[in-house]
């Protein structure tokens, strides 16, 4: 399992539009050097490539989470 921050995704993404899959995959074994599996790759460079960031989340009133409202 690994993390990619979104600028490591943005760099993936472009080189998936620069240079297509296998110019990806190059790029993120680049970024994450224990990723051995070329087929693994492949399959990480189409998820990441695809995936768009998330709308910001509601807001919360300050002092005040989900878990603490629940139990008062």
Same mark, same amino acid.
């Given at each position: 399992?690994?993390?990619?921050?979104?600028?490591e995704a943005a760099t993936i993404r472009q080189a998936?539009?620069?240079?297509?899959?296998?110019?990806?995959? !190059?790029?993120?074994?680049? +970024?994450? =050097? $224990?990723?051995?599996d070329n087929a693994e790759a492949v399959r990480w460079?189409?998820?990441? !490539?695809?995936?768009?960031? +998330?709308? =910001? $989340?509601?807001?919360?009133?300050?002092?005040?989470?989900?878990?603490?409202?629940?139990?008062?």
């Amino acid at each position: 399992m690994f993390i990619v921050t979104e600028e490591e995704a943005a760099t993936i993404r472009q080189a998936y539009e620069r240079g297509g899959e296998w110019v990806a995959v !190059a790029e993120l074994r680049r +970024l994450f =050097p $224990g990723l051995k599996d070329n087929a693994e790759a492949v399959r990480w460079v189409r998820t990441i !490539a695809a995936w768009h960031a +998330l709308p =910001p $989340g509601p807001l919360q009133r300050k002092g005040t989470s989900g878990r603490d409202a629940l139990s008062q």
